[in-house]
């Protein structure tokens, strides 16, 4: 019995045991239920949640989609077209059903090319931008501009092309660009009518220079002659005094349209002022040009001109030369043309005469015009002298100022030198000669010492930076500096833009001399902008008793320091105008206090060197 008892108690106990198991067992899972009841609950929002995230990011790439002014595709990996906003609908003129199954390279050929189907660029990462041709429901077509990309989605890839009307662009770079041909061609046009004279429509002095500087250029290469004929046309003034200059202009134009038929299709005609005409003839025999000068001759004068019951009786006298490789300019051509223009004049007019079979002699006043002639061809001396440059502070040359001398007696002076020149029409001949004489003579100084030299703003403008400077190796033009006067610039200052420029790439630099003298003209300082401003010597001479010129002086300088140009003071004769200079700023200077101007001596590779001038 007690065994039996035992044995029910320890069955109750097991029961009992299993049953608080249970309980909490229970309870555990109750308390997961509710856990998972609660994360249930709060997926359930977080979907709820995202559901509508979705459903706003729909809505606003719907929106985007249709308000976007660019057609915007998209495709599946084979091209076909599975998406398209109300834009691209507009821009092929497809409904938006109609798109679904299309391919996209039916609306735009990839570089042109319709039988490649467009999936992808190369790089499949990267945006491709290309230019190509849309293509419309009708079959028209317009140009676009596209931008493509591709998007893998899982295994999945699909493509989107966004599609720019680029139309208007297209008309708008066509417009321009025909803007600029007609531009082009005005420019052109304007080009030329500035080589020609308004009232003959021949050649003007400008363009007669072109013309020259081209052939010289082939004759310097060992072409065939270049000759020239000086035409002008007899007693023209008293037409103009008789009939007046409207008459005057008639007969000029007459003339030229006579000259023009006359000469030959690989001949130039220009008017080089008043009546008189030059005409080139390149690669031409002399015999040959005397057949041309004839034929202009016998044409301007018959048939006579008519106006009103008047007949005109025009002839022309006419001058032939040949040209010497060595001219540069119409005013030299000139110089020598009148000479045998001025023989047919003498011998009774409407006549031809030519240059080689005159003898100088018989040319009244010539014996000046021959001297020089002479010694320009045969390459005769000229003397070159030095005029110091001196850093003020210290007094030591830093340079020098090389000026020619003529050798010649007859003219000490070189104002007058040069003055004569000018009258005879041979300065830009002589102003060449004497600038080459000067480049030679500063190869004798050292490497560090500047080198001014003085050129005709005349010469600048009619002969080539090239031909100046053939003598003068690039390597050597370092520490060279070419001098214009402003007191010789005639006119407006623009014409020597192009030379100054031209120095400058050779390696050169500018000074503007004679500043100050007379009238200063402040826009030949502004448009060529001189590394170099000299001073002239009637600014300088006398300074330290002139409060008025120390006045004009330091606003001279503010000048100079405002287009960041260095000062050269020209004239320093006393040692008060010194003192003076070197209170005011002035750092160079030269002048009579040191000595005249010199040949150059020996030593000239030893003096001392100081700092450029202009550095």
């Known amino acids: 019995m007690s065994d039996t008892r035992r044995n029910l108690e320890l069955t109750i106990r097991r029961l009992q045991e299993e049953i608080r198991k249970r309980q909490k067992a229970e309870e555990r899972l109750k308390t997961l239920n509710e856990t998972l009841e609660q994360k249930i609950d709060a997926g359930t929002a977080e979907a709820r949640a995202n559901a509508q995230d979705l459903a706003y990011a729909k809505i606003r790439i719907d929106t985007i989609l249709k308000s976007a002014p660019n057609a915007i595709l998209t495709a599946d990996e084979n091209g076909i077209i599975e998406t398209a906003n109300p834009a691209a609908a507009r821009l092929f003129g497809y409904p938006p059903f109609e798109f679904t199954g299309l391919k996209i390279d039916q609306l735009i050929p990839f570089l042109g090319n319709r039988d490649a189907p467009v999936t992808a660029p190369p790089d499949a990462e990267a945006v491709a931008h290309f230019e190509s041709e849309g293509c419309r429901k009708d079959g028209s077509t317009f140009p676009v501009r596209v931008s493509l990309n591709v998007m893998h989605l899982g295994s999945l890839r699909m493509t989107t092309a966004i599609i720019h009307d680029i139309t208007e662009r297209k008309k708008a770079e066509a417009a321009l660009a025909e803007a600029a041909r007609q531009i082009q061609a005005a420019n052109k046009n304007l080009s030329h009518l500035i080589l020609l004279d308004p ?22 290469r060992g072409g065939a002659n270049l000759l020239v004929l000086l035409a002008d046309l007899d007693d023209f003034k008293e037409i103009n005094d008789r009939f007046g200059y409207g008459v005057g202009d008639l007969v000029l134009k007459e003339t030229s349209q006579r000259l023009k038929a006359a000469i030959r299709s690989t001949d130039y005609a220009g008017r080089v002022g008043g009546d008189e005409f030059l005409i080139f003839l390149p690669q031409t025999k002399p015999a040959e040009a005397c057949e041309v000068a004839e034929k202009i001759r016998l044409m301007v004068s018959s048939p006579p001109i008519a106006h009103g019951t008047d007949r005109l009786h025009i002839t022309v006298s006419l001058g032939i030369v040949a040209v010497d490789p060595d001219v540069f300019s119409v005013d030299e051509l000139l110089a020598e043309a009148h000479f045998a223009l001025h023989q047919s004049k003498c011998a009774g007019k409407n006549r031809i005469v030519c240059a080689w079979e005159q003898a100088p002699e018989r040319v009244p006043d010539i014996h000046f015009h021959t001297t020089i002639r002479k010694r320009i061809r045969k390459k005769a001396k000229i003397d070159p002298v030095f005029h110091p440059i001196y850093a003020l502070e210290e007094e030591r040359i830093i340079g020098y100022e090389i000026l020619s001398r003529a050798d010649d007696p007859s003219f000490p002076m070189p104002s007058e030198f040069f003055r004569l020149s000018q009258e005879v029409r041979l300065l830009t001949q002589v102003d ?67 030379p100054v420029q031209a120095f400058r790439q050779a390696g050169m630099l500018i000074a503007m001399d004679d500043v100050g003298f007379g009238h200063s003209c402040l826009e030949s300082l502004i448009l060529l902008e001189p590394e170099i401003v000299k001073i002239d010597r009637k600014c300088i001479d006398g300074i330290s008793q002139d409060a008025g010129r120390r006045r004009s002086l330091s606003r001279l300088l503010k000048m100079a320091q405002a287009l960041g140009a260095e000062v050269i003071a020209e ?12 209170k005011l700023g002035v750092r160079y200077g030269q002048g009579f206090l040191w000595g005249m101007p010199s040949k150059p001596q020996p030593p000239q590779r030893t003096l001392a060197v100081g700092k450029a001038v202009g550095a």
């Open 571 to 582: 004239g320093i004769e006393t040692a008060g105008d010194l003192a003076t200079l070197r």
């Open 432 to 498: 060449r000669q004497c600038f080459n004489a000067c480049l030679a003579a500063a190869a004798t100084l050292a490497p560090q010492m500047r080198r001014h030299i003085n050129l005709f703003p005349v010469t600048a403008s009619e002969i080539p930076v090239s031909s100046l400077l053939k003598s003068l190796p690039s390597g050597a033009r370092k520490n060279h500096c070419i001098e214009i006067s402003q007191e010789q610039i005639v006119g407006e200052p623009s014409y020597l833009v192009g």
């Open 199 to 220: 009232l003959t429509e021949l050649f003007n002095r400008q363009g007669l220079q072109q013309i020259l500087s081209h052939e010289i250029h082939w004759l310097q």
